[in-house]
């Protein structure tokens, strides 16, 4: 099982920084791509970024230049480096994870910018 716990959300102005983490408490073996995705109300679940288990990021265009993606084998996690933060950015952020062809997902952290 994964299990997986983000953190670092909050408010911050518009040009802030912000950084979330998402630690897996589950098993940490055979964790294919981790990664970042976030939903505002009446929206879709967007992919923001996603990592693979050899470090290879793909970054969404609106984020492309602004965020980074990191992750953390030994320690199973992943993290969200994110700068020059936009009020559209504003979003519920989800950490998800892939083990053998299934999709685990974090709770969700709220990341508030304001203008």
């Known amino acids: 099982q994964v299990h997986l716990v983000e953190s670092g959300g909050g408010l911050v102005q518009a040009g802030g920084s912000l950084t979330l983490s998402c630690v897996n408490f589950?098993?940490?073996?055979?964790?294919?791509?981790m990664g970042w995705y976030r939903q505002v109300p009446g929206k879709a679940r967007e992919m923001v970024a996603t990592?693979?288990?050899?470090?290879?990021?793909t970054y969404a265009d609106s984020v492309k230049g602004r965020f980074a993606i990191s992750r953390d084998n030994a320690k199973s996690t992943v993290n969200l480096q994110m700068s020059s933060l936009k009020p559209e950015d504003t979003a519920v952020y989800y950490c998800?994870?892939?083990?053998?062809?299934?999709?685990?997902w974090g709770q969700g952290t709220q990341v508030t910018v304001s203008s």
């Open positions: 998800v994870a892939n083990r053998y062809g299934l999709d685990y």
């Open positions: 589950g098993s940490i073996f055979s964790i294919d791509t």
């Open positions: 990592i693979t288990d050899v470090g290879s990021p």
